[in-house]
């Protein structure tokens, strides 16, 4: 099966500063997803990557605070802006594939917090 | 969105018994649902999927539940071993969008030695 590759798997960061995760898959996907899992929480989506055109953001998600790029069907990158605590989470990368289940493969993630 | 719940946040079980996880969903148009098992410091991974034309699906060890009429799904894993402890979530895929899910609430489940 695919590999989705991200990075980094973590990072410890200051308040006010931004941070870009990176999202690799060794095969080419039309739609990437960005989700939130906040500590001890479910899923969140953020935002369908789309390439060629601007990511769709989910209610309560701006393009400000998370900008993403998707410069080709291979990859993608989340960035959080002028962070605060609050957004000490754990930030996952998925795809569908196009084959097998219909369901996401997810990356491992990157757990970030904000100090 | 759509909204996924779950009934119990943790579940402990003795290894070898029998696990039983529920989610609720709500909406009543959902046609396809996933059950994801999520490892401490990993992502979700794919465990077992059913349709809305099934009322269940059986895998190795796991089987899924749908009941339509209540918006119930449930995950059945049969002798628990000590590596099935995660956390695990149902999610529901939009009616609008299928390359979107929503997901439940979540529930830990514990194995005992």
């Known amino acids: 099966s695919a590999v989705i590759s991200q990075k980094p798997s973590r990072d410890i960061c200051q308040r006010g500063t931004s941070l870009t995760i990176q999202c690799q898959v060794d095969?080419?996907?039309?739609?990437m997803f960005w989700y939130r899992q906040q500590p001890g929480q479910s899923l969140t989506l953020i935002a369908t990557a789309n390439q060629g055109s601007e990511a769709t953001y989910e209610s309560g998600f701006v393009i400000d605070k998370f900008p993403i790029s998707r410069p080709n069907l291979t990859f993608s990158t989340l960035t959080v802006s002028n962070m605060s605590p609050e957004d000490s989470s754990i930030y996952l990368c998925?795809?569908?594939?196009?084959?097998?289940?219909?369901?996401?493969?997810f990356g491992s993630g990157t757990r970030l917090t904000v100090v | 969105g759509e909204s996924v719940g779950l009934h119990l946040p943790t579940l402990s079980v003795q290894e070898g018994d029998n696990s039983i996880i529920n989610c609720a969903y709500s909406n009543s148009a959902s046609d396809y649902f996933i059950w994801y098992k999520q490892e401490s410091g990993k992502g979700p991974q794919f465990i077992i999927d059913i349709r809305s034309n099934m009322d269940k699906r059986q895998g190795q060890r796991v089987t899924v539940l749908l009941n339509k009429t209540v918006k119930h799904l449930s995950l059945q894993i049969a002798a628990t071993q000590p590596g099935d402890s995660a956390v695990y979530f149902c999610a529901e895929r939009g009616s609008r969008n299928f390359n979107k899910f929503y997901f439940g609430s979540g529930t830990k489940l514990n194995v005992k030695p």
């Open positions: 095969s080419q996907v039309t739609m």
């Open positions: 998925s795809v569908v594939f196009p084959t097998g289940n219909y369901g996401y493969t």
